[in-house]
């Protein structure tokens, strides 16, 4: 059973690309996640969605930024016009169910390997 | 606003010893923590989940307590071995369910 993947593991862009990550949840996981870490610092998170739909990106900064998780497909982390501060890992987590108040095995989350983006 | 914390020092020990790391948490109750390792260059990964009304949970040589009171929350690797090395992140579910983590631990065991 494949664990979640991410790709590119690495990326480089220059300032003013931009940058798409892509993140495959574990087979019969439908809640995915993503979450930025700066160097040094605990994981982020940035916004959570369920096929098609966006339950929250509380932690996703409003401008430049878009996630999306189709149908058929990856979920796509996107930044538009990429700048320095950008450069992070970004990692994908996804779960079974959704987050529940008492937290419960089946919406434990587990995390991909990340991408690692630098901005140049 | 809700923090969790933890000791962002690297903690060293020798090889065979107890690991203790420490989570803080202040103005909230979380119903519950979890504990995850993640490697260099790697995601985090899962280890053990605690809820607030479980005082300890053990899984092989890990054991996680949960203090309400203290607001507090303490992992412990023992015999403790080179390959523990890591960082150990805390979390626990924040506004709307998603999860928060502390900044995470830095465990070196020394052979």
């Known amino acids: 059973n494949a664990g979640v993947m991410q790709n590119p593991r690495h990326l480089v862009r220059r300032r003013g690309q931009e940058a798409r990550l892509r993140c495959s949840p574990m087979?019969?996981?439908?809640?995915v996640y993503w979450y930025r870490q700066l160097p040094e610092e605990g994981l982020k998170f940035m916004v959570y969605l369920q096929k098609e739909n966006i339950i929250d990106e509380s932690g996703m900064p409003k401008e430049r930024f878009s996630a999306e998780f189709p149908k058929e497909g990856p979920s796509i982390l996107r930044i538009q016009q990429v700048v320095r501060g950008d450069s992070a890992a970004y990692f994908c987590?996804?779960?079974?169910?959704?987050?529940?108040?008492?937290?419960?095995?089946?919406?434990?989350?587990?995390f991909g390997p990340g991408t690692r983006l630098t901005v140049l | 606003s809700q923090k969790i914390e933890q000791n962002s020092e690297a903690l060293n020990i020798q090889e065979g010893k107890t690991a203790t790391l420490t989570c803080n948490y202040t103005n909230y109750s979380p119903a519950y923590l979890q504990w995850y390792r993640q490697d260099p260059g790697r995601g985090p990964v899962f280890l053990l989940l605690?809820?607030?009304?479980?005082k300890e949970k053990r899984k092989e040589r890990l054991k996680v307590t949960f203090d309400t009171t203290l607001k507090q929350s303490l992992f412990h690797i023992t015999a403790s071995q080179p390959a523990d090395s890591a960082t150990y992140l805390c979390a626990s579910e924040a506004a709307g369910n998603m999860l928060t983590f502390g900044g995470g631990t830095r465990l070196m065991v020394k052979p």
């Open positions: 087979k019969g996981h439908s809640h």
């Open positions: 987590a996804s779960s079974q169910t959704l987050p529940s108040r008492g937290g419960s095995s089946t919406d434990t989350q587990y």
């Open positions: 605690i809820r607030e009304n479980e």
